[in-house]
C-alpha cells in the first residue's frame, strides 16, 4: 500500500509539473511571437473622381516582397445622388496615364522598413492593364453632401476564416477599385487599404 501511494503522489506531481511546463513555454511563446508579426501597412485618401470614372483606385504589387491584401474600403458622395456600381478587379498588367496621384502609406509599427507596394487614386481616368477578372462588383448608394450623414462605407475584406488574402505577386499584379464609366457629377471618394508584405 505504501508503495502504491508513493507512486501516486510521484505521478501526480510529474503531472502538475509538466502541466506547470507546459504553461510557463506557451506563455514564453505568446510573448515572442508579439514581435513576429507580418510587417503591415495602412493608406487612406480622399479625392475627386473624373466625370465618368472607369479605375479610380489602384494598389500595385512589389519587386521584393509579396504583397497580401487584408482590406479595401470606399465610400463617396455625388452632386446629384444615385447608384454606381463599383467593382474589385485584379490586373495582371498595371495602368497607364491618366493622372495618378501617390497616396501616402503609414507602417502600424515605426520600426518597419518602408513599404514596397504602391497606392495610388486618380482623378483623370487612366487606360487599364490586363484584367484577370472581376473579384466583385456592388451597386453603391452614393448621395449627395448634405445627406452623407447616411452614406454607409463599402469594405471588402480578404484573408478571414479560411480564405486566403488578396496576393499580388511582382510590379506587374494590380488590384484596382473600376466605376465602369458611371456619370458622377461632383464625386468625391474616400478610400482605405490595409495591407501586409514579406
Same mark, same amino acid.
Given at each position: 500500500?505504501?508503495?502504491?501511494?508513493?507512486?501516486?503522489?510521484?505521478?501526480?506531481?510529474?503531472?502538475?509539473?509538466?502541466?506547470?511546463a507546459f504553461?510557463?513555454?506557451?506563455?514564453?511563446?505568446?510573448?515572442?511571437?508579439?514581435?513576429?508579426?507580418?510587417?503591415?501597412?495602412?493608406?487612406?485618401?480622399?479625392?475627386?473622381?473624373?466625370?465618368?470614372?472607369?479605375?479610380?483606385?489602384?494598389?500595385?504589387?512589389?519587386?521584393?516582397?509579396?504583397?497580401?491584401?487584408?482590406?479595401?474600403?470606399?465610400?463617396?458622395?455625388?452632386?446629384?445622388?444615385?447608384?454606381?456600381?463599383?467593382? @474589385?478587379?485584379? =490586373?495582371?498588367?498595371?495602368?497607364?496615364? $491618366? /493622372? *495618378? !496621384?501617390? &497616396?501616402?502609406?503609414?507602417? %502600424?509599427? +515605426?520600426?518597419?522598413?518602408?513599404?514596397?507596394?504602391? @497606392?495610388?487614386? =486618380?482623378?483623370?481616368?487612366?487606360?487599364? $492593364? /490586363? *484584367? !484577370?477578372? &472581376?473579384?466583385?462588383?456592388? %451597386?453603391? +448608394?452614393?448621395?449627395?453632401?448634405?445627406?452623407?450623414?447616411?452614406?454607409?462605407?463599402?469594405?471588402?475584406?480578404?484573408?478571414?476564416?479560411?480564405?486566403?488574402?488578396?496576393?499580388?505577386?511582382?510590379?506587374?499584379?494590380?488590384?484596382g477599385l473600376?466605376?465602369?464609366?458611371?456619370?458622377?457629377?461632383?464625386?468625391?471618394?474616400?478610400?482605405?487599404?490595409v495591407w501586409?508584405?514579406?
Amino acid at each position: 500500500m505504501k508503495r502504491l501511494k508513493h507512486l501516486l503522489i510521484g505521478a501526480v506531481f510529474a503531472l502538475v509539473w509538466t502541466a506547470t511546463a507546459f504553461a510557463q513555454t506557451s506563455v514564453v511563446q505568446s510573448v515572442e511571437n508579439v514581435g513576429n508579426k507580418v510587417a503591415t501597412y495602412y493608406s487612406a485618401s480622399s479625392f475627386t473622381l473624373d466625370t465618368t470614372p472607369n479605375v479610380v483606385w489602384t494598389i500595385t504589387g512589389s519587386s521584393t516582397r509579396t504583397v497580401y491584401i487584408k482590406s479595401i474600403s470606399i465610400t463617396c458622395t455625388m452632386t446629384t445622388a444615385g447608384q454606381v456600381n463599383i467593382s @474589385v478587379k485584379k =490586373y495582371s498588367s498595371a495602368a497607364s496615364g $491618366g /493622372t *495618378a !496621384v501617390a &497616396t501616402t502609406e503609414v507602417a %502600424s509599427d +515605426s520600426g518597419n522598413s518602408a513599404n514596397t507596394a504602391a @497606392v495610388a487614386h =486618380y482623378t483623370a481616368d487612366p487606360t487599364a $492593364g /490586363t *484584367a !484577370v477578372g &472581376t473579384l466583385s462588383i456592388v %451597386s453603391l +448608394s452614393i448621395l449627395a453632401p448634405a445627406t452623407a450623414v447616411a452614406n454607409q462605407p463599402q469594405v471588402w475584406r480578404f484573408g478571414e476564416k479560411e480564405d486566403q488574402y488578396l496576393v499580388l505577386r511582382g510590379t506587374a499584379q494590380q488590384v484596382g477599385l473600376d466605376f465602369g464609366g458611371a456619370t458622377t457629377t461632383g464625386g468625391v471618394c474616400q478610400v482605405s487599404a490595409v495591407w501586409m508584405e514579406k
